[in-house]
């Protein structure tokens, strides 16, 4: 199993530009989620998914969208990038004993 | 709504010193308790968790937290620290629902950093 994997590592995007952080879990897994760090601040939850077709806004949803086609794979997508986005990006899916295995990351860089 | 407080953000200490890391919750429902470590530019990992029975709890490498209701409070502990156990730690709770499932949401606290000196 390769766990929950995320792609790219590291982006660097200019102001206005999109992207999409791709996500993806081989561990069959129901619930998806992704998560914001900031320095000093923890993690907050930016949408989270219960399975294929059904998707909610966490804590910090403005400025982000997803989508959940198949179990696999749970995408953001950052439409119009601003400096605020400039974060690291955590992609997790919840397992049994609520256990929630995390990827490794995207480092998001604004300018 | 849950909530996290981490009290310290940041503790230094020698190693083979014994740490705790302080972490206090609000909720309004019963709550599952966890600890999350990560070690530089990785991911976050589980190291324990509570969700019933023994309000002790412990990790393969040595921590244990304990879960005290009245004072709303799963501080972690160790004995004896490692240069290894350098990492940032995340306390994080989940509301329990009714039907026993919880909410499926974790809210973190902000973390505390450990490092261990030589």
């Known amino acids: 199993n390769a766990g929950v994997t995320q792609t790219p590592k590291f982006r660097i995007l200019k102001i206005g530009q999109s992207m999409t952080l791709q996500c993806t879990q081989d561990?069959?897994?129901?619930?998806m989620y992704w998560y914001r760090q900031d320095p000093g601040m923890g993690l907050k939850l930016i949408y989270y998914s219960v399975g294929a077709g059904i998707t909610d806004k966490g804590e910090v949803p403005n400025g982000y969208n997803v989508s959940r086609s198949t179990t696999e794979d749970f995408p953001l997508r950052l439409e119009l990038a601003a400096p605020s986005q400039t974060s690291v990006y955590f992609c997790?899916?919840?397992?049994?004993?609520?256990?929630?295995?995390f990827g490794p990351g995207t480092r998001l860089l604004v300018l | 709504a849950q909530s996290v407080t981490q009290l310290d953000s940041q503790v230094p200490v020698f190693e083979e010193a014994p740490v705790e890391l302080r972490c206090n919750y609000s909720?309004?429902?019963?709550?599952?308790l966890f600890w999350y470590v990560q070690y530089p530019n990785q991911g976050l990992q589980l190291l324990l968790k509570y969700l019933s029975g023994s309000t002790l709890v412990e990790s393969i490498n040595g921590f244990e937290a304990e879960f005290n209701k009245s004072q709303t409070s799963f501080h972690l502990r160790k004995p004896s620290v490692h240069i290894s156990d350098t990492a940032e730690y995340f306390c994080a709770v989940s509301e329990v629902g009714g039907s026993g499932g919880s909410n499926y949401k974790l809210t973190f606290g902000k973390g505390t950093l450990l490092t261990v000196n030589p």
């Open positions: 997790a899916s919840r397992g049994s004993q609520e256990t929630q295995y």
């Open positions: 909720s309004s429902v019963s709550v599952y």
């Open positions: 561990m069959n897994h129901n619930y």
